[in-house]
């Protein structure tokens, strides 16, 4: 049958029974942002447990654009990139028992991938978007704001009081660790590479922002914290500064590495002196327990309005490549988006 689509269509029941394709992006071959194509796909249909949800925005991840480049050369063709979206339920599975049609949710996982105009998840994956955040700050809550609070809390183990320096403060992580950690009670030191971004850190609660530019800014450091170091530092291109970030850290410290791109040396003994810690993280190996909290803390703060997602940048979903390429350069102000 040929598609009688059309994309404002698609929230009517009665002309969804009648279309059998809808749009997403399609990566057949690992490459550079080229291989990202806008193409036709079947449209999908709930399992029990499922729901299935009319995408408005999705969220762009830089994991996205290591997964296209072949980072995981066993991810299996084609695919559908990305988890985090936002939009609407449309149907449920008969299993299905929190969520019904017309719903506001985001995603924290998908079946099918999350770059395309409807997107399924199981029930488990789908959060309640409160009415004041608009559907493009849904789309940036998942992996920018449940990274930062994992980063912050279950991995670094941050305490009221403390003081944490946030590298690259200024993009989807880092000025959502900035709330998170103004909302706990730390102390924050920011680093930005623009005086835009500066500007963007301290309006976001940033106590202390440096130019990450300028090359004595971490020496500005040890006076900000009179010479005791920070308690936790999170480290968002660990090749780049975790040689630095130990020298930087008080007795008892801890690195927590969110972001890499190759390989680094360090001095051990900078560790060794301070019984500082250097941690590994990764939000997919998040237990059901842990997503279960944070999603739970990050309802909460989302609802009364403490937090607060940044947009930088919307593209239309079929433009996803440029949206690749801008996620990779220099100079991020907040989360890049993808409107549905």
């Known amino acids: 049958m040929g598609r009688r689509r059309?994309?404002?269509?698609?929230?009517?029941?009665?002309?969804?029974?009648?279309?059998?394709?809808?749009?997403?992006?399609?990566?057949?071959?690992?490459?550079?942002?080229?291989?990202?194509?806008?193409?036709?796909?079947?449209?999908?249909?709930?399992?029990r447990t499922q729901i299935l949800i009319r995408s408005r925005a999705v969220g762009v991840n830089p994991v996205e654009t290591y997964l296209r480049s072949g980072a995981n050369p066993k991810l299996a063709l084609p695919y559908t990139p990305g988890t985090d979206a936002t939009g609407e339920v449309i149907a449920c599975g008969g299993e299905v028992k929190f969520w019904s049609p017309g719903m506001r949710v985001y995603t924290s996982g998908t079946v099918c991938g999350a770059y395309a105009e409807m997107v399924l998840c199981e029930e488990t994956d789908a959060h309640p978007l409160p009415e004041p955040l608009s559907f493009a700050q849904g789309a940036a809550v998942n992996i920018p704001f449940a990274t930062a609070y994992r980063a912050l809390f279950q991995r670094g183990r941050a305490e009221p009081g403390e003081t944490v320096l946030i590298h690259g403060a200024t993009g989807g992580v880092g000025t959502a660790a900035i709330q998170l950690a103004r909302n706990a009670g730390l102390k924050i030191i920011g680093t930005a590479g623009t005086a835009e971004g500066e500007k963007l850190a301290r309006q976001l609660g940033a106590h202390h922002v440096l130019n990450h530019r300028q090359p004595d800014y971490l020496s500005q450091i040890m006076d900000i914290t009179e010479g005791c170091g920070v308690n936790v530092i999170l480290e968002m291109l660990a090749n780049v500064n975790l040689g630095h970030d130990l020298g930087l850290l008080a007795k008892n410290g801890r690195v927590v590495v969110i972001g890499n791109r190759g390989k680094v040396e360090l001095d051990a003994r900078d560790a060794m002196i301070r019984?500082?810690?250097?941690?590994?993280?990764?939000?997919?190996?998040?237990?059901?327990?842990?997503?279960?909290?944070?999603?739970?803390?990050?309802g909460a703060g989302l609802a009364n309005g403490t937090l607060q997602p940044v947009i930088g940048q919307e593209f239309p979903l079929a433009d996803a490549a440029r949206a690749h390429e801008r996620i990779m350069a220099p100079g991020a102000l907040g989360k890049i988006i993808l409107m549905a």
Do not use: C, S, Y
């Open 6 to 47: 059309k994309p404002a269509a698609l929230d009517d029941p009665a002309f969804r029974r009648h279309v059998d394709l809808v749009k997403a992006i399609r990566v057949h071959q690992f490459g550079d942002p080229k291989v990202l194509r806008w193409e036709d796909v079947p449209d999908l249909k709930p399992g």
């Open 275 to 298: 019984d500082a810690d250097i941690r590994g993280m990764l939000l997919f190996n998040a237990t059901l327990q842990e997503k279960t909290a944070i999603h739970a803390a990050l």
